[in-house]
């Protein structure tokens, strides 16, 4: 069975700072890995999609690395902004999305 | 091109009430997903449909929950007799291709259950 685990649970970190969110999956069969950001009692929107053939993507400030044989994806964010304190989830597509239980980041000015 | 509709955004039943919940795809999709995050959890799937067809319904409920994506129309997930346990957001995502292939799936804004 498909597991997929999200380190740490919660950050709390100054403004500035670069972080590092962990995601870790126990089957390397997946198709895609997607990261997503939640805001309280909001939706999901979508940051980064890293295709199983590739080892990573950026968008801005964001970094997604992907290492399918080892089963662990990382989500970089480079000087972080109190407009980031949200929840990240982590989620492998294998023909449906099976979530982590995010990460609950939190940036202080 | 409007993104994921899902209406209502909030919903309040009373125990044993039914609910309803309805999700437009985006345009040009035909692949339908349901996923329900309980409070302080994580997302779980719940169903996969395509036009007028379930495909995988391995995370729904063995009762009193249903889903149905009609050749025309939202797709919607029917709750009946609803119980506490039931509060919830309710997700719909959508995509052009088959999920099996690695698509990618659009989210909707959730509906926000409530059982009194």
């Known amino acids: 069975k498909q597991e997929v685990t999200q380190i740490p649970a919660a950050l709390s970190v100054p403004e500035g700072e670069n972080l590092v969110l962990n995601c870790s999956f126990t089957?390397?069969?997946?198709?895609?890995l997607q990261w997503f950001r939640q805001d309280p009692g909001k939706g999901l929107t979508s940051l980064l999609l890293?295709?199983?053939?590739?080892r990573e993507q950026t968008s801005g400030r964001l970094n997604a690395s992907l290492d399918k044989s080892s089963g662990r994806s990382t989500l970089y964010i480079a000087a972080s902004q109190p407009g980031d304190s949200a929840t990240y989830l982590c989620a492998i597509n294998t023909d449906k999305l099976i979530f982590g239980t995010g990460t609950r980041l939190q940036v202080f000015p | 091109n409007a993104g994921v509709m899902q209406n209502p955004r909030h919903l309040v039943r009373r125990r044993g009430q039914e609910a309803r919940l309805r999700c437009s795809p985006m345009k040009g999709h035909s692949h339908v997903y349901w996923y329900r995050q309980l409070p302080e959890e994580g997302l779980k799937f719940m169903v996969y449909?395509?036009?007028?067809?379930?495909?995988?319904e391995s995370g729904m409920p063995k009762e009193r929950f249903s889903a149905e994506f009609p050749k025309e129309g939202p797709s919607i997930l029917r709750i009946q007799q609803v119980v506490r346990g039931d509060s919830a957001a309710y997700f719909c995502a959508s995509s052009p291709l088959p999920g099996g292939q690695g698509n990618e799936q659009f989210f909707g804004p959730g509906t926000r259950l409530t059982v009194l």
């Open positions: 089957d390397s069969a997946i198709y895609n």
């Open positions: 449909l395509q036009k007028e067809n379930i495909i995988d």
């Open positions: 890293i295709q199983s053939s590739q």
